[in-house]
């Protein structure tokens, strides 16, 4: 799902990274210190979970986890998405550093969407965790899906036709990543429920023990 470098118009480009610039600024003010040792590892999934592309066409699919991400995270997801596009485009030029910014655009702003559904309907019980939390990670693909083909389509016409297969092709991604979703939130909520919690919350919690 990564865009790569020179796909997109220079304004696109720009307007990416000022928005994204802004947006993670934004993330890091709202991450707790507590927070950081959850964000790295969310990071680290997200980079290993995204680094496994199959090829589709003209472009290819991989797993994405923004919607896990944002439930798991909140605010800080889309720092944690940032990060691992960063440390992806550095290693291993998986969508270049031109187009980093609508690239954490395209996952990050899924994950945080995601990140206010799941908190606002997870509810308190672990089978509902785990249903809002697979509904959660649906969405999350289905957004993040959904802007690359309007990113792509702001390429001209040549690239019309890939926004399309890439939309197609994320469709069974959509379900894996909901079913995926289910199963780790449902496992946090049975073993270690506070990890679901916002970091305020956590800290409320510790205070009055």
């Known amino acids: 799902m ?18 994204s610039a802004a947006i993670a600024a934004w993330s890091a003010r709202r ?3 507590e927070e950081l040792p959850k964000v790295a590892v969310v990071t680290a999934a997200f980079f290993v979970a995204s680094l496994i592309h199959v090829p589709f066409g003209p472009t290819s699919v991989h797993l994405l986890i923004p919607g896990l991400a944002g439930a798991l995270l909140g605010p800080s997801a889309f ?8 440390l992806q485009s550095m290693l ?3 969508g270049g550093l031109t187009a980093l910014g609508a690239n954490a655009l395209m996952m990050g702003v899924p994950a945080l969407l995601c ?12 089978r509902r965790q785990a249903i809002i939390g697979g509904l959660a990670g649906a969405l999350g693909t289905a957004l993040a899906a959904l802007v690359l083909a309007l990113l792509l389509a702001t390429g001209g016409e040549d690239f019309f036709g890939v926004a399309k297969i890439a939309l197609a ?5 959509v379900v894996i990543e909901g ?3 289910a199963f780790t939130i ?3 909520a049975k073993v270690k429920p506070a990890l679901l919690e916002p970091a305020f919350v956590q800290s409320e919690k510790a205070a009055h023990a």
């Open 2 to 19: 990564h865009i790569s470098d020179g796909v997109l118009p220079i304004s696109v480009t720009v307007g990416g990274y000022a928005a």
């Open 115 to 126: 990140g206010v559904f799941f908190q606002r309907f997870k509810g308190r019980t672990r």
């Open 169 to 173: 092709a994320h469709v069974p991604v």
């Open 31 to 33: 991450t707790r210190s």
């Open 186 to 188: 449902g496992f946090l």
């Open 92 to 94: 291993f030029q998986f």
């Open 179 to 181: 079913l995926v979703s």
């Open 79 to 86: 720092l944690a998405i940032g990060l691992g596009l960063l």
